[in-house]
């Protein structure tokens, strides 16, 4: 270590089915995914066998996809959509000066040296840089003023109704049986929240009042009803043509066959 540069060890690492940024939100509270922290040797054992009774902990991590990219002095925050750029250190965005982050996560268990985890925002691959307890009396402040937030709307209203058909949640089943790609969690991450803001979304209009929500080479079809705050998930689609699915067509992603399979049997 030298003045102004410090060097941190990983005590151990996420797992978690989600592996890619916009599977998950901001912030673990809105997240319904479940994960665990492996620990390290020497890290587990008596390290953690006074966490046990603790309902939240907070998990220090690195932002490990963002290392090596440049931060900025402003940033766009996910809420309200469309507001102005806030200074990044009035923000949790997660593009920083240093790629640290911090969660506060509820513990469901400990198992060897494994912590289980439920509302998480990390994902799989994570490096855990520390733990620490979550303190009811010294770490929440509910009436403390929040700056520019307490101008705007609370997050939580601003979230809109979700609905799924049994169409959209048979092949969202189907997918996440033959990939792991868990569409449920992805179209709940994207369309809870500013279902239409195509400046943060792969989401576009489409035909009779529909809209279509990208997410890798699938596209979601569902409707929205501003006034009722209402989105309908409808069902799943690929977004290859017929064409690009010929046998020996070029397979970039390595999943032709996921969509093949797919139109075979969950497609109607």
């Known amino acids: 270590m030298t003045a102004g540069n410090f060097n941190f060890k990983a ?3 996420v797992h978690s089915r989600s592996k890619y940024r916009y599977e998950e939100p901001r912030q673990g509270v809105f997240s319904g995914s479940d ?6 040797s020497p890290y587990a054992g008596d390290a953690i066998t006074d966490l046990a009774g603790f309902e939240r902990i907070w998990v220090i991590f690195c932002f ?10 402003k ?3 996910p809420f309200p959509a469309g507001g102005p750029s806030r200074s990044v250190f009035a923000t ?5 000066a240093n790629p640290i982050g911090m969660s506060c996560v509820e513990l469901a268990g400990i198992e060897g040296n494994r912590l289980l985890l439920r509302h998480i925002d990390m994902l799989d691959g994570t490096p855990v840089l520390d733990v620490k307890p979550y303190i009811p009396e010294v770490d929440a402040f509910p009436h ?4 520019w937030r307490d101008q705007v709307p609370a ?3 601003l979230i809109w109704n979700l609905e799924y058909t049994p169409q959209f949640l048979h092949q969202a089943e189907f997918i996440r049986n033959l990939s792991g790609l868990d569409m449920v969690n992805f179209a709940g991450v994207q369309l809870a929240n500013e279902p239409l803001d195509s400046s943060r979304k792969r989401v576009k209009p489409a ?11 699938w596209r979601i079809r569902f409707t929205a009803d501003s006034e009722k705050r209402r989105v309908v998930v409808d069902r799943i689609e690929s977004n290859y043509t017929a064409d690009e699915l010929r046998p020996g067509a070029e397979d970039k992603y390595f999943d032709k066959e996921f969509h093949r399979r797919f139109l075979r049997e969950a497609e109607q």
């Open 11 to 13: 005590i151990g690492v």
């Open 35 to 40: 994960g665990e922290i492996e620990l390290y």
């Open 64 to 73: 490990h996809l963002n290392c090596g990219k440049p931060w900025k002095a």
């Open 75 to 77: 940033v766009r925050p």
């Open 92 to 96: 949790r965005s997660p593009h920083r």
């Open 144 to 147: 403390s003023a929040a700056g």
């Open 155 to 157: 997050a939580e209203e």
């Open 207 to 217: 035909d009779n009042g529909t809209w279509i929500l990208g997410c890798r080479t």
